[in-house]
């Protein structure tokens, strides 16, 4: 993952070249998209079926070195289709809260995914990776 928001951009920019402050968020969500956010945020699955962002509560591995990437430390489950499917999965997003709130860094999948009823989506432990170049 390696597109930041507008959002982001602009408290980087803000806090190194006009001495502002960037304030974390209390709780950061991931969130599905059935087409590409882009910067300003869109393209959310809708709320329906079970969909909900759902809340990611390890940390991430800290950010050290040359590279500029962090990567998730555990499993992110929660998402489970009930009652309907929903739309192909395209891209992902962290987001500073469950509903509203900012887009932080979204990234298209590898590959789309379909999740139906019953099906579950889930991002093992290492592969959500945020990278800041």
């Known amino acids: 993952m390696s597109e930041a928001s507008d959002y982001v951009e602009n408290q980087i920019l803000n ?6 402050d ?14 590409d956010p ?4 869109g393209g959310e699955l809708a709320v329906s079926n079970g969909y909900a962002r759902v809340a990611i509560t390890t940390k991430f591995d800290t950010a050290t070195g040359a590279g500029g990437s962090i990567s998730s430390n555990a499993d992110i489950t929660g998402f489970t289709a009930s009652g309907g499917d929903w739309a192909t999965v395209t891209h992902i997003g962290i987001h500073t809260a469950a509903t509203d709130g900012n887009l932080l860094f979204h990234t298209p999948l590898a590959g789309s995914v379909t999740v139906t009823d019953g099906d579950s989506f889930q991002i093992s432990s290492g592969n959500l990776t945020v990278t800041v170049a």
């Open 15 to 20: 806090c190194y070249l006009n001495q502002g």
């Open 22 to 35: 960037i304030t974390a968020p209390t709780a950061i969500y991931l969130a599905l998209h059935s087409s």
């Open 38 to 41: 882009t910067d300003d945020d």
